[in-house]
């Protein structure tokens, strides 16, 4: 099957299977999403959305966070997956959000990404879900989605796997992309046991191909 081909045929049926899709996150504003994000890495959403309500409702804005110590913000994530090291990354983060853009989150990627805990991933997140940036955010789900699927091929890097799909997928299309993969991996193409016999994408997935060869 063609490159392009196997795109089409993925896109077609997102579209048609799963015509929204959004963030799990749950937040009210770029502040709160930027913190839940950074918060989710290694560690799921739900845990993340059981945590920030206490988080959010000790630090509302970045304004009260930035004068918080790593210390006092580590009380509020303790149950997140490094958190340690993520309430470091939360005060620091904070500190210069409003010390250089005013408490405001920036909507440019390579500004984002000079804050404290926020990589390409994340600033692309944000770019995705609140401006709707035609940017391709590659986490775990998606890396590994693209490369079982086959519309990554050789890809070693969340990055290179970015390039792949921002090359093949109309740029419009990015922003909700980002979380048909996402989802799919999620509760579909699980990481240890992919649910191929609920799958709606086996004919043009590469993964189901080369396992179930007769």
Same mark, same amino acid.
């Given at each position: 099957? &063609? &490159?392009?081909?196997?795109?089409?045929?993925?896109?077609? #049926?997102? *579209?048609?299977?799963?015509?929204?899709?959004?963030?799990?996150?749950?937040?009210?504003?770029? #502040?709160? $999403?930027?913190?839940?994000?950074? $918060? !989710?890495?290694?560690?799921?959403?739900? &845990?993340?959305n059981?945590?920030?309500?206490? $988080?959010?409702?000790?630090?509302? =804005?970045?304004?009260?966070?930035?004068?918080?110590?790593?210390? /006092?913000i580590? /009380?509020?994530?303790? !149950?997140?997956?490094?958190?340690?090291?993520?309430?470091?990354?939360?005060a620091?983060?904070?500190?210069?959000?409003?010390?250089?853009?005013?408490?405001?989150?920036? !909507?440019?990627? *390579?500004?984002?990404?000079?804050?404290?805990?926020?990589? &390409?991933? =994340?600033?692309?997140?944000?770019g995705?879900?609140?401006?709707?940036? *035609?940017?391709?955010?590659?986490? =775990?789900?998606?890396?590994?989605? !693209?490369?079982?699927?086959? +519309?990554?091929?050789?890809?070693?890097?969340?990055r290179?796997? *970015?390039l792949?799909? %921002?090359? #093949?997928?109309?740029?419009?299309?990015?922003?909700?992309?980002?979380?048909?993969?996402? +989802?799919?991996?999620? #509760?579909?193409?699980?990481?240890?046991?992919?649910?191929?016999? %609920?799958c709606? +994408?086996?004919q043009?997935?590469?993964h189901?191909?080369? =396992?179930?060869?007769?």
């Amino acid at each position: 099957m &063609r &490159r392009e081909d196997r795109y089409k045929a993925v896109i077609d #049926y997102f *579209e048609k299977a799963m015509p929204v899709a959004e963030s799990e996150l749950d937040f009210e504003n770029p #502040y709160q $999403l930027l913190v839940a994000v950074i $918060l !989710s890495a290694q560690c799921t959403d739900k &845990r993340v959305n059981l945590t920030t309500p206490a $988080l959010f409702k000790a630090y509302p =804005t970045p304004f009260e966070l930035a004068k918080a110590s790593a210390e /006092e913000i580590y /009380e509020y994530i303790r !149950s997140i997956s490094y958190p340690n090291n993520k309430a470091k990354n939360l005060a620091a983060m904070a500190r210069m959000l409003v010390a250089e853009f005013g408490g405001e989150v920036p !909507s440019d990627i *390579e500004q984002m990404m000079r804050l404290p805990g926020v990589g &390409r991933k =994340t600033a692309n997140v944000m770019g995705a879900v609140i401006w709707n940036k *035609e940017v391709m955010p590659v986490d =775990t789900h998606v890396f590994r989605v !693209s490369a079982r699927i086959g +519309l990554s091929v050789g890809a070693k890097t969340p990055r290179a796997t *970015e390039l792949q799909l %921002e090359k #093949y997928i109309p740029s419009h299309l990015l922003p909700i992309a980002h979380h048909w993969l996402i +989802l799919h991996g999620r #509760y579909t193409c699980l990481a240890r046991k992919p649910k191929c016999d %609920e799958c709606g +994408l086996t004919q043009w997935c590469n993964h189901y191909c080369a =396992t179930h060869k007769k």
